[in-house]
């Protein structure tokens, strides 16, 4: 996945040592709430949390043995990678560290769910 800096120039001179942080000017400011509103950074933050709270799931609760929905059982597949192929399906993509917001399916019900939920597009 390409990265989009906010900062088309790249560092934008703040956070050097041993100087306090400038308050932000009007320029900052401005590009900041833009790249706030592009889709590209939302995305990137939604990542983060999604990449993070799914390794709580696993560390805590494991693997989920079979899909809530088909009934699927769980297990490895994947050729070069191998990985669970029941996924921890977060209700409304908030990824807030509640089990209960979240439910075992299969890629496909997973899929299903969020299509049907409008949590992702077709
Ligand atoms: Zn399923």
């Known amino acids: 996945m ?15 040592k041993g100087e306090k942080k400038p308050p932000f000017t009007a320029e900052h400011k ?3 709430s833009e790249a706030l509103k592009g ?6 933050l939604g990542e983060i949390g999604y990449i993070g ?22 297990k490895m597949v994947g050729e070069k990678q191998k990985h669970w192929n029941i996924q921890w399906s977060n209700k409304d ?25 409008g949590l992702r597009k077709r």
Request: contains cysteine.
């Open 39 to 44: 889709k590209k950074y939302g995305k990137e």
């Open 53 to 74: 709270i799914h390794v709580w799931l696993k560390r805590t609760y494991g693997n989920p043995p079979r899909c809530m929905d088909c009934g699927v059982e769980g």
């Open 2 to 16: 390409k990265r989009t800096s906010i900062f088309p120039n790249g560092n934008p001179g703040w956070f050097k």
């Open 93 to 117: 993509h908030k990824h807030r560290r509640v089990i209960e917001d979240y439910t075992p399916r299969c890629p496909k019900c997973h899929k299903e769910y969020d299509v049907a939920n």
């Open 30 to 32: 401005r590009k900041i």
